[in-house]
């Protein structure tokens, strides 16, 4: 037989080609191109606001704000995203320095208009600063606002009297009287709009009082045998009798009075000075005769309602008082208390009220 020889063919593998410094350098300028693109889109939907909701907003600028504390605020206000591209835009085309104030604007507003608005004069609602002390009374309180310019004098004591509030701790009081809202415009440092709406004005003051008054109180008032009401009542006598070094034994004296079947009455000359409406340097003994509601020296227990709006302190020393046996307390002529247990000892004691 002939033998046939095989042939055995071997294939050759191609080899890959690998990039090149050109493919690589074109790939680049193409992934930057793409990247610039989405940049330059992304900044001109936030530069012109092209995709913005409609939407009203407030914000306030503080005195002396940085440039990056005023983009926080416009970023917390929905109007910027990008701080960073507000605070360029901003350095490149603002022809004046942001002016402090309160605004309303628009979620829809392009960097131009959010720019002009900061900066216009006048592009600002005024705004005041006013400070409550603590233990002010209604109309206490009333004439401030009045005369910081909040409004004026009618609208705030129709609020004072009538206006609807959604706060569980005003549930019952009834309407009509000036000081209904008493004890709960809690003494702070508000700013209000000049002129503004004097509902919202009150609001922020009954808003603090329910923010500062925690559940943690509401359940303390309740272990004492007492509503929210009753203890701000109190709180209100102690903010007026006390001094800063002796609320809670000022306290404790009240606390051990409205527990007392020997001297159920408060007898606090505080009430009184409420009634008279002008304070007086001395009450005399027939100041304490007077026929009303919140004549502590007639009535036993609580008056009708808070005499004053107490601060924190005073509301946690009628929480939480110090433990004492005391009955008794007088006021020399310094202003100090002397505290005494039995009606002989409280005799012996200088007092200025009353006479």
Request: charged letters at 25%.
């Amino acid at each position: 037989m002939a033998k046939y020889e095989k042939t055995i063919k071997i294939r050759k593998t191609k080899k890959k080609k690998s990039l090149t410094p050109k493919m690589i350098y074109w790939i680049m300028v193409l992934a930057l191109s793409m990247l610039l693109s989405a940049f330059v889109i992304t900044s001109a939907n936030e530069i012109f606001s092209l995709s913005y909701a409609d939407e009203k907003v407030t914000f306030t600028i503080p005195e002396g704000a940085s440039m990056g504390e005023v983009c926080d605020i416009l970023k917390d206000a929905d109007l910027i995203s990008n701080k960073f591209l507000f605070r360029a835009f901003f350095a490149l085309t603002a022809k004046n320095d942001v002016k402090p104030g309160e605004y309303t604007a628009n979620t829809y507003y392009d960097y131009r208009t959010t720019t002009k608005l900061i900066t216009r004069r006048g592009g600002a609602k005024e705004t005041v600063t006013v400070t409550i002390p603590e233990g002010y009374e209604a109309r206490q309180i009333v004439d401030l606002l009045v005369k910081k310019g909040v409004s004026d004098k009618e609208s705030i004591e129709e609020v004072m009297k009538n206006a609807d509030f959604d706060y569980d701790f005003l549930k019952g009081l009834k309407k009509g009287e000036i000081n209904r809202l008493e004890g709960y415009l809690y003494p702070d440092t508000y700013e209000f709009y000049v002129n503004g709406d004097p509902k919202t004005a009150i609001n922020k003051l009954l808003s603090n009082f329910n923010n500062k008054f925690t559940d943690t109180f509401a359940a303390r008032a309740k272990e004492l045998g007492y509503t929210t009401h009753e203890i701000i009542t109190l709180a209100s006598i102690v903010e007026r009798e006390a001094t800063a070094d002796d609320r809670k034994t000022v306290a404790s004296v009240f606390h051990n009075r409205l527990k007392s079947n020997s001297y159920p009455y408060l007898e606090s000359c505080a009430t009184v000075q409420y009634i008279l409406g002008e304070r007086k340097a001395r009450l005399t003994i027939a100041d304490t005769k007077i026929e009303s509601p919140y004549n502590t020296y007639e009535n036993k227990g609580l008056p009708k309602g808070p005499i004053s709006n107490p601060g924190l302190a005073s509301i946690e020393a009628a929480l939480y008082p110090s433990q004492t046996d005391y009955l008794f307390f007088a006021v020399s002529e310094d202003g100090k208390h002397a505290f005494s247990k039995t009606y002989e000892e409280h005799v012996k004691n200088a007092n200025i009220n009353p006479k």
